[in-house]
């Protein structure tokens, strides 16, 4: 789906397929460089991270690993409360290994402070993190974020995976809503 077929349901295209392809392609040839000579396994979070994660990879030149983790935050509103359950764990050990997060949106950073917390226990030898966005708020966490796709405005967005009401995560743009869908 692309913002043209929906062009009545969003205010605003932020990013398009293109500008957001473009960014990815500059974001994997950084983290090529970084882990030159190292498999790195990089760990999505289901399901926001499902668009990221495949197209970040696939720009990649080097070889890697992938494995998925389903978190639930719990918590009223549209903010994480940082209390958060585990849906689907890892499916190996990840002792040692040169570990990257693949996020769609930080935006308190509470969830990514537990996943990171979580994932820290289990002794990796590295661990970052890669967003395809960030929002306002995070610059607030103490979370060290390496990668950043794009710093957002705090505004909710959908589109590459992020979703409204389960909708629009096969949006290809990045967009924000209009009032009328969701009053
Ligand atoms: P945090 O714990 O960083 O506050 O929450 C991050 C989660 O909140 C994301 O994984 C995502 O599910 C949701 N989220 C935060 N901002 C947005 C947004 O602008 N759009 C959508 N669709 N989800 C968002």
């Known amino acids: 789906m692309h913002a043209s077929d929906i062009e009545n349901e969003l205010t605003e295209v932020l990013y398009t397929k293109q500008q957001v392809d473009d960014r990815l392609a500059a974001v994997a040839a950084q983290i090529d460089a970084d882990y030159a000579g190292k498999e790195v396994l990089c760990i999505g979070v289901l399901n926001g991270a499902v668009m990221v994660m495949a197209d970040l990879t696939r720009h990649m030149k080097s070889h890697l690993q ?25 499916s190996a050990d990840i002792e040692g290994r040169d570990v990257l997060i693949v996020e769609d949106i930080i935006d308190t950073g509470l969830t990514l402070a537990y996943l990171v917390q979580n994932l820290r226990s289990r002794k ?8 395809m966005f960030r929002k306002p708020d995070a610059l607030k966490s103490d979370v060290d974020v390496r990668y950043v796709g794009f710093d957002l405005p705090d505004e909710f967005v959908v589109g590459f995976g992020l979703d409204y009401a389960g ?17």
């Not at 983790?69 to 958060?84: D, L, P």
């Not at 990796?124 to 967003?131: G, V």
């Open 66 to 90: 992938m494995d998925w983790m389903a978190i639930s935050s719990y918590g009223a509103g549209t903010k994480s409360s940082g209390v958060v359950r585990i849906l689907k764990d890892l």
């Open 124 to 131: 990796p030898a590295s661990l970052e993190i890669m967003t």
């Open 167 to 183: 909708r629009y995560r096969n949006l290809t743009d990045v967009g924000t809503l209009a009032p009328h869908v969701y009053s």
